[in-house]
């Protein structure tokens, strides 16, 4: 019944939004998000409860998926780049796993489809947020710096050298949501997983505890993965003589 | 007659250029040939648009040939390793970049990358750059001396060329008469061979050395 409840408002304040955002010229582009959200999360909710049936394995072709798509969304932010998808796809998924493992191995999680499966996509959704921030940030640096870079390439440096200076500010310009996030943890906000947890009626020390070594897990994995991805970009940019390509910022 | 340093041999080039929001395919520099003996002083005149900052970009690998061959001491600058050719073949910008950090960062940012010899105090004296601007944030300078810290830069490669695009353009009368006399007395120091792109004709009568005009995409005697 709840259920039912928490959908057909869902889908009233989906209307709402987009009956006022039409001002704007995004009505459309709300009812469509707000469509796809409500449908692909109760398709999600469907395979978790399928999970629950099947052999715990089944969880990982899950997780590949899930980070196979956010790795396809950060490649279209990058204004597809060459062999940017395989690139994305990597950074996000190594730097999720790298920062997932430990909360099973050390038995904060148990090992169950339940907790991998949500835990894994917070990960992976993060990774992605702030890959394609950075990945913006850094093409266009390169295209507004190009005068700096030529200079550095003149003197005989390499690509990845006369870079440099964009890829760091395209990681910070990508962290700074996230760092403002934690400075503000618990002051201004109360996040997911803690809030879940204090709805399920869980000890709000276990709650607290849990969700502070996620956050700074889910930041290591931003972390992680934008620099993967931004440290493997960089040859995109350049010729294989070490040129800046003419489409950046001419 | 001192060798031949440098040979451009029937180089054409194309950009691409942006008008009322296409892009169009211009010829910019067409069968160019050219042949520069080392330690010899050439400069290059054209109006504006006419390729002599894409000349210099092909010279040392910013940018490709479309066709033609360009010969650094007889063997293809394809054949160099680019980081390599650019060390051998400095460039000077017509907008100075400082990089972060104090002038002495600037200077050392060649000695370190490529291990030279020459000591900072050495570059900074040659190119008039006073000593105690040596830990001055390079960012904060005036274009004139920004100019100076970028020679010195390039110099601090210990290149054998070097590409002067429009290295005035951006300064004073006072500064411009300063980085010519300055370039001068380097290249006569340094035995270098110098390619001195310039919109200026009476620059290019107060520098001297083989003077050329770039037009229609070939090089012409002045």
Redesign the interface.
Known sequence: MLEVLAIAFTVFLVILSAAYARRFGIGKEIILAGTRALVQILILASIILILFQKPLYWSFPILIMMAAIAGYTTYSRSGKLEKGLPVAIFSITIASILMLIPFFLVGIFPVEARYIIPSGSIFIGNAMNVSSLAIDRYKGEIKNRR??I?????????PE?AAG?CLKQGILSALIPSIDNMKNLGIVWIPGVMTGMLLGGADPMEAASIQIALFTSIFAAGMIASNLLLHFSTDSFF?K????K?DMGQ | MNPVHLELKNVSKNVFRRVNNNMVRTQILSNLDLKVNKGELVTIMGASGSGKSTLLRLINRLSETDSGIILLKGNDIRSYVPMELRRRIGMVFQVPVAFKGSVRDNLSFGIKLWGGNTGIETLSRDTGIPGNLLDADAGQLSTGEKQRVSIARALGNQPEILLLDEPTSSLDAVSEQRIEKLLLDLQKERDLTILWVTHEKEQAQRIGGKRLILREGRLEHA
Do not use: S, V
């Open positions: 005068a700096e030529e200079t550095y390439l003149a003197l005989g440096a390499r050298i200076a010729t003589a070490a040129q800046l003419e």
